[in-house]
């Protein structure tokens, strides 16, 4: 930090503005028995950082208002004030998550100093932050997604009810139900403490008036903790040793009341030692409360909804919450409640004046709950600081140690779905999906469905690894008889009252648990464009699979779409209302069945469901995602027009859509206005799905089973359309702008820094190993080139590239084989190549392995893709290059695209795979090599190749280190005309165990795969050209085309050659017009 900045911290101290964060976090780290540094940060129950965020929330009001933060910028010029209030809001609006901020607790729990703390606070805000990426995508209707605007105004009170559910008060018996199994002794503790109230010199209680001593204004003061304090103290005496110490807190967000009159939103904490109305989050809250002043309000259902509301926040901020209680204290009139995932009850309403025994009834019970009556899931466990289940699998008891939460409904009503990232215990880098939800008892078990259709062999979606019915003391957990003991929600007193939400007070719900084998992020986090689209045909063929055993989704929607993190496959989740199609079909009733704003037309108007419906929804989610996300984390914003989808009826929405898709000049009206920037080269595909979904520009009333292939066919040709900037486009460019005429743009939908299967170039093994004959064009490349790798390697570190000893073995059994002939000119003896390299000799037949008839030795060079590429772009950007994204249909679009605004001279065409689709190129002799590879954190030192494998005929074994800690690369295949981007698990295997066979160095003595650290797992398309590939020039219109492409997976090893070739094509086009803008 320079000398400017510590002065102005040292003159402008913090002081104790985050004093109270520390002493948080002191008291959660021995709650966890943890040491209290920075790495427990990120060991901390969910609770518990949800607690930290939300007092560094409080924080940040105090932070701002200090002077330092408005003299303080970053390197990029802003305010640190400015910046902090952005984190705030974001922070504020749900739009970033707890977790999202760990990175300003660690700074503010391990500050030592004011300097080490700001300029820790500056290197978070100078590395990005804030990101504005979404932690709950807000599709489903919800309170909390609404403006203060008059548009949603009409809608609040209904969505907040349905949130809510049923409520029912004045149900009999509801004190015995609860406390029942409270100390047999707590009704006679209670009229000894109501006694000891009106006694001593300060009385809690007025006998003769019959009323406690309280203000009229208990809102505003602080009566009410302090007499709950007090009746603990006299009850001191009587209380069990054991007994849990509480205090009232207040939540730090005060919820906004649907009626205008003053209240306080309170809540029992596990903190004995908080002061009075201590502020703690919601997470906090064991046994929430309400304060009004107004006696009135105990009849005013909104008052019941805004308690509910409350519930809500509490019951969704625990992920291991099953229920909670609460109580409301509306003037005089006492009640206590318990919300659940149908709605609320509550017990009559009481006069605290005139029943003073209840009153403390209530609170001493109220401190005698344990965990499980308070509402919590007894199964999820801790030890160690790790919270886990166990469950019963093939006759075993197995852990799950839960790694973080992934989703938490924050409905109170309805499924209530909580999903959990976890692994074994004794398979740690295994990660599996533990979903929980309250389902309707006599609903088909997902978790059995699941199970069946993996067995059918399904593809694309989440395979089964478990299900269960959730079990708490000894019983099945439902709502009905576990949760609310049998109580009957009919004899309520006001059961026959018509303002409450339309669920049947009978319903019932059974806690299910479903576990599966797959671990993925929502598909609008797709990396990029074209992911997406390879991530939305997964999906559909998914779906696709499922229908071919007999069974449609019928809730397609973006929440329900995933791709792994650790591969490219993408897959569907969620079957809750997954049916077998012949008995949708059979069906007398109509269905309205799925998310409605991705719900297929003729389904929002009443039709039956069938496979067609589902189909259309994937048109719906692409379309929604091309509004409403932009950037790889999945940036949202909202579009009022599109919004409302959530809370129009099904009639208005189904309107509204088919006013979107009936005309097709609107419709791409539309999407150039709505979709965001990243989306705006999609128009192209969604208007072609369009087509293919609404023939005739209608719903499609047929069922037609090959629309799956049509629909393939639109996205795959959509894919082909992205041009990326790869290692032959660049070294083109770079040799080009050494001429100072020459003006030079480079456009393309990939740059260096992106990742994408038909983006070969990131992928590659980026070595030289020659496989060009000596008499061939590829030959003289690989020759023209080493010089240049040569001397990047000797002189030039910033480049990336290193020198490696290599050892090439060959069998000669392979020489027919797929990898045989691919490796043929590399593995023979006496090669072209010998006076080329450094260090070439022909290995002994005392130092080859059984099985190897020859190998070769030198010295080559590997090269670390994600820094050469980015030096090649820096080389040309230092003599003048300019670079844009662009996507282009036909070849000659791209003359259009030159910095300068005029038209071209030169398109240079390396487009690689894309230019079996460009227009006016559609080559299509072009092919894709598939390459799998395995990227690892171990080093052989060494690197390491073989003419082919027993696995295969296009296996193939590698291996090479990247230059400046790029990895090793474990390879591989040369699987011809395979488009499968999605890394296949079995080759995995296959690689991983060739390599560690041919290269036992690569672990440890005895290790086996278990011994690789895995970075990640990869796949690339080599762009394989049937002739070889293409240099030439040919004349379009009013430019020259120079091609450049086809290098197959020689790209990094031809380049300089195939460069220099191309550069020469270049000038004789130019020599035959004016230069030269290219």
């Not at 067995?455 to 478990?466: E, L, P, Q």
């Not at 409450?500 to 609008?524: A, Q």
């Not at 003896?829 to 260090?839: E, G």
Request: aromatic share 10%; proline share 4%.
């Amino acid at each position: 930090m320079d000398q400017r900045r510590q002065e102005i911290i040292y003159h402008n101290p913090t002081g104790k503005t985050l004093d109270m964060h520390y002493r948080f976090f002191e008291g959660a780290c021995k709650r966890q028995n943890l040491a209290c540094n920075a790495d427990s940060v990120d060991t901390l129950e969910d609770r518990e950082i949800y607690a930290l965020a939300y007092l560094l929330l409080d924080e940040f009001r105090g932070l701002i208002s200090l002077p330092v933060v408005s003299q303080l910028y970053t390197n990029g010029g802003d305010v640190v004030s400015g910046e902090l209030s952005k984190v705030k809001a974001l922070l504020q609006k749900g739009t970033i998550g707890p977790r999202e901020v760990i990175p300003f607790i660690k700074a503010a729990v391990t500050r030592k100093s004011d300097i080490g703390f700001w300029s820790e606070v500056l290197n978070i805000l100078e590395e990005g932050f804030p990101s504005t990426s979404i932690q709950q995508t807000p599709w489903i209707p919800s309170a909390d997604n609404f403006s203060n605007s008059a548009q949603y105004k009409k809608y609040l009170n209904t969505v907040i009810e349905e949130e809510i559910g049923s409520l029912h008060l004045g149900l009999p018996n509801f004190y015995g139900t609860f406390f029942g199994v409270m100390s047999a002794d707590l009704a006679a503790v209670s009229k000894l403490v109501f006694e000891s109230c009106s006694t001593g010199n300060s009385p809690l209680y007025d006998k003769q008036q019959c009323v406690w001593l309280c203000p009229k204004d208990i809102v505003g003061s602080s009566w009410f903790p302090t007499t709950v304090k007090r009746l603990l103290n006299l009850a001191h005496e009587f209380w069990p040793d054991d007994a849990p110490l509480r205090s009232i807190a207040r939540p730090i967000k005060q919820l906004e009341g649907l009626i205008n009159e003053q209240k306080l939103d309170v809540g029992m904490i596990d903190d004995s030692k908080a002061e009075d109305y201590f502020k703690y989050p919601w997470s906090r809250v064991l046994i929430l409360g309400q304060l009004r002043n107004n006696a009135d309000s105990d009849g005013n259902p909104r008052a019941w909804l805004d308690f509910g509301r409350y519930a809500k926040e509490v019951i969704s901020a625990h992920d291991g919450r099953r229920f909670v209680h609460g109580f409301t204290l509306f003037g005089n009139l006492m009640r206590f409640w318990m919300f659940d995932r149908i709605g609320g009850i509550a017990s009559s309403s009481f006069d605290i004046h005139a029943n003073g025994v209840r009153f403390v009834y209530t609170i001493l019970a109220m401190h005698l709950m344990d965990d499980q009556q308070l509402g919590l899931d007894p199964t999820i466990q801790t030890a160690d600081g790790k919270r886990f289940i166990q469950i019963q699998r093939n006759r075993k008891t197995e852990r799950l140690i839960l790694d973080k939460v992934i989703t938490r409904s924050h409905h109170l009503s309805g499924r209530g779905t909580t999903c959990w990232k976890a692994h074994l215990e004794s398979k740690p880098k295994v990660p599996l999906v533990i979903k929980d939800s309250w389902m309707l008892e006599h609903a088909r078990d997902e978790g059995q469905l699941l199970r069946e259709v993996t067995k059918r062999g399904v593809t694309n979606v989440a395979r089964y690894y478990h299900h269960e019915t959730v079990h708490v003391s000894g019983k099945k957990d439902d709502i009905q008889k576990n949760v609310r003991k049998r109580l009957d929600g009919t004899e309520a007193e006001d059961y026959s009252s018509s303002w409450h939400s339309r669920i049947d007070p009978w319903e019932n719900r059974l806690h299910r648990r479903i576990i599966t084998r797959d671990f993925g992020k929502p598909i609008h986090e797709a990396l990029t464009p074209k992911r997406l689209l390879v991530a939305l045909e997964n999906c559909i063929k998914g779906h696709e699979s499922l229908w071919k055993v007999g069974f449609i989704h019928r809730d397609i929607s973006i929440d329900n779409l995933m791709i792994s993190e650790s591969s490219s496959r993408a897959f569907l989740i969620d079957l809750e209302l997954a049916i077998e199609e012949k008995l949708c079909e059979a069906s007398e009733e109509s269905s309205q069945t799925g998310t409605r704003p991705f719900m297929a037309i003729s389904t929002l108007s009443g039709a039956k469901h069938n496979f067609m419906h589902d189909v259309e929804s994937f048109f719906w989610v692409l379309f929604l995602i091309c509004i409403h996300y932009d950037g790889y984390r999945g940036d949202f914003r909202r579009v009022a027009e599109f919004d409302s989808w959530n809370t129009q009826s099904p009639t208005e929405l189904a309107v509204a859509k088919l006013g979107i898709i009936s005309m097709e000049e609107e419709f791409l009206d539309l999407t150039k206005k709505n979709f965001t920037p990243r989306y705006q080269c999609l128009i192209p595909c969604v208007n072609k799905l369009r087509r293919v979904v609404f023939p005739g520009d209608a719903p499609s009333m047929t069922k037609r089973p090959k629309i799956y292939d049509e629909i393939y066919q639109v996205l795959q040709s959509a894919r082909e359309d992205f041009k990326d900037a790869g290692v032959i486009g660049l070294t083109t460019a770079m040799l080009l702008s050494q001429d100072p005429e020459n003006q030079i743009t480079v456009a393309a939908k990939h740059m260096p820094g992106d990742y994408d299967i038909e983006y070969t170039s990131p992928w590659a093994g980026a070595n030289y190993l020659p496989v060009g004959q000596e008499d061939s064009k590829v030959g003289q490349w690989e020759k023209a080139t080493w010089p240049h790798l040569q001397e990047l390697a000797q002189t030039c570190p910033e480049a990336g590239i290193h020198f490696q000893e290599t050892t090439v073995y060959n069998r000669k059994k392979d020489q027919e084989s797929t990898t045989g002939k691919w490796f043929a000119e590399l593995i023979k003896p006496n090669p072209w190549y010998n006076k080329v390299v450094p260090d070439y000799r022909e290995l002994p037949q005392n130092e080859l392995k059984e099985g190897i008839d020859n190998a070769n030795s030198f010295t080559s060079v590997c090269i670390n893709t994600a820094i050469y590429l980015p030096w090649l772009v820096g080389q040309c950007r230092k003599n003048g290059v300019e670079f844009k994204r662009a996507i282009v249909g036909h070849i000659s679009e791209a003359a259009d695209l030159h910095h300068s605004g005029s038209r071209a001279d030169v398109v240079v065409n390396c487009t690689g795979l894309s230019s079996r689709s460009l227009g006016g190129v559609m080559d299509t002799t072009l092919l894709p090599a598939r390459g799998q590879i395995v990227l690892v954190r171990n080093d052989p030192g060494a690197m390491v190749g073989i003419s082919g494998t027993d696995d295969g005929d296009d296996e193939a074994t590698y291996i090479m280190t990247r230059a400046v800690g790029g990895g090793t690369i474990l390879g591989g295949s040369y699987q011809k005309n395979n488009w499968d981007p999605n890394p296949d698990p079995n080759l995995a295997i296959r690689i991983m165990k060739r390599c560690i066979e041919l290269c036992p160095s690569l672990v440890g003595e005895g290790q086996g795969i278990e011994g690789l650290s895995v970075i990640r797992h990869g796949v690339g398309l080599r762009p394989l050209r049937e002739d070889g590939p293409r240099i030439d020039k040919q004349k379009l219109e009013d430019f020259w085309v120079v091609h450049n492409y086809g290098h197959a997976g020689y790209g990094y090893q031809t380049s300089y050659g195939s460069a220099t070739e191309a550069v020469g094509l270049v000038k004789q086009a130019l020599q035959q017009g004016k230069r030269a803008k290219l």
